[in-house]
T-cell receptor, first 113, second 111 residues
């Protein structure tokens, strides 16, 4: 399982775009990159997942360069309710794997008014 | 949107008692997991379960813990002889292929 490194904390203001970058230098060929959001006393909530290039859904975009050694989660126009911990995880959760996720400390995003 | 549901949301138990935490995974998922998070700490993997057997477990998941899928829908975590240090939020999760979805958690307090 590839280790990930991400900033411990970030501050932003309402309406701004937030980009959180995660390093995963030892990512394996079969690994996917997944981002979760966690509010206090709640379970991690799936945000977005990708393998390469760019993935976009209704809440975020995920940018993955060609070497896949890093990824950037982009949250457009954040609001106060986006204040949470964001986790970047890398692994092969496919049917041949147990799907074990190794959580780090995550990035605590504080959105200010 | 389908979701993983967990009960109870909060349980207080006395040290030494047995606790069963229940989960209903997303209906077409085949892989099931338990994680826990002690207050202020990281989310930790406990166990993964597939095809009615444990596929991987962590060092935390010792003989005190067991999992079961008794009826094809529920997925349970049993903690025997609870200790103070078992106090944590326990998350059930499930997946079909590459994406793992978590429940809202069961907060266990051992007193």
């Amino acid at each position: 399982l590839a280790k990930t490194t991400q900033p411990i904390s970030m501050d932003s203001y309402e309406g701004q775009e937030v980009n959180i970058t995660c390093s995963h230098n030892n990512i394996a060929t079969n690994d996917y990159i997944t981002w979760y959001q966690q509010f206090p006393s709640q379970g991690p909530r799936f945000i977005i997942q990708g393998y390469k290039t760019k993935v976009t859904n209704e809440v975020a975009s995920l940018f993955i360069p060609a070497d896949r050694k890093s990824s950037t989660l982009s949250l457009p126009r954040v609001s106060l309710s986006d204040t949470a911990v964001y986790y970047c995880l890398v692994g092969d959760h496919g049917s041949s794997n147990t799907g074990k996720l190794i959580f780090g400390q995550g990035t605590t995003l504080q959105v200010k008014p | 949107e389908p979701e993983v549901t967990q009960t109870p949301s909060h349980q207080v138990t006395q040290m030494g008692q047995e606790v069963i935490l229940r989960c209903v995974p997303i209906s077409n998922h085949l892989y099931f997991y338990w994680y826990r998070q002690i207050l202020g700490q990281k989310v930790e993997f406990l166990v993964s379960f597939y095809n009615n057997e444990i596929s991987e477990k962590s060092e935390i998941f010792d003989d005190q813990f067991s999992v079961e899928r008794p009826d094809g829908s529920n997925f349970t975590l049993k903690i025997r002889s609870t200790k103070l240090e078992d106090s944590a939020m326990y998350f059930c999760a499930s997946s079909a292929k590459n994406t793992i979805y978590f429940g809202e958690g069961s907060w266990l307090t051992v007193v």
